[in-house]
């Protein structure tokens, strides 16, 4: 993968993420694993409408997916895209070795 390809990667990437509530739910989801909508409120403390609202376009940029069991959805990080936004970053965001003196 080019450093061009890797640097649109993580433009897209920070654009979703730059929304402090779609983070907390990428790293909730990250942490905890699939999650139901209510409890993903329940955990973020905010309405139903603004979860879904951002779940929404977490899925629609692919790092999330949906499962419906019954009358629930659950919400899990697409692991291969979540993985290929995480080696573009590391990729790209290496530490700057120190000058020798």
């Known amino acids: 993968m080019s450093k061009g390809h890797h640097v649109r990667t993580l433009a897209q990437l920070f654009r979703v993420l ?3 509530t779609r983070l907390r739910l ?12 209510t409890g ?10 603004t979860v879904s609202h951002h779940l929404g376009l977490l ?8 499962r419906r069991q019954g009358k629930l959805v659950f919400y899990s990080l ?3 895209r979540y993985n290929r936004a995480c080696e573009a970053a590391a990729a790209l965001l290496t530490p700057i070795a120190k000058p020798a003196r």
């Open 40 to 49: 993903l409120c329940k955990r973020l403390r905010a309405p139903q409408p």
């Open 59 to 66: 899925r629609v940029h692919g790092l999330v997916r949906a």
């Open 26 to 37: 990428v790293v909730t989801l990250q942490t905890d694993g699939e999650q139901h909508v």
């Open 78 to 80: 697409d692991p291969a």
């Open 18 to 20: 730059s929304d402090q």
